[in-house]
């Protein structure tokens, strides 16, 4: 391959991870669009979001598979651990800073729970990673107000990082 190739694939590659990233936002904006429609009775509206969304599932999956960015359970995790640890080291303090000089106190409470929520999951994305292949039986359970994810056989009783009692978490 020559260097103008190389360039080529390179774009390429870019590309595919900006259409990811655009295709994975809509999704999360579709869906959140969806909530709104249903709690306002907009059923049709809802579904239209709701069948968006999963399709913008598939063009992201897509995209990503292309760019390379799909590997084996160790290499997902691995990138998983990876990515979580830039959030929560890199991307989310200087946000929270400049929410914080902005006078912005919504962003800083969810900068901070998004910050505190991907320390967590980074270190149970490597607890995973270590014990590949084996299962404990647990269940993992989504705090629905600030994104904690707890590790266990039941929800614990209150978040430790948004205050939520047990009945704001959903097990997947």
Known sequence: MNEEEEDSDMKTNENLMSAFAGESQANRKYLAFAKVAEKEGHRLAAKMFLAAAEAETIHAHAHLKAAGGIG????????????????????????????????RDEAVRTFTYANEAEKVHARLFQEVLDKLGTDDGDEFFVCTVCGHVHKGTSAPEQCP?????SAAYKMV
């Open 72 to 103: 084996d359970t160790a290499s997902n995790l691995k990138s998983a651990v990876s990515g979580e640890t830039y959030e929560f080291t890199q991307m989310y303090p200087p946000f929270i800073d400049e929410a914080k000089a902005e006078g």
């Open 161 to 165: 990082i948004c205050g939520a009692k």
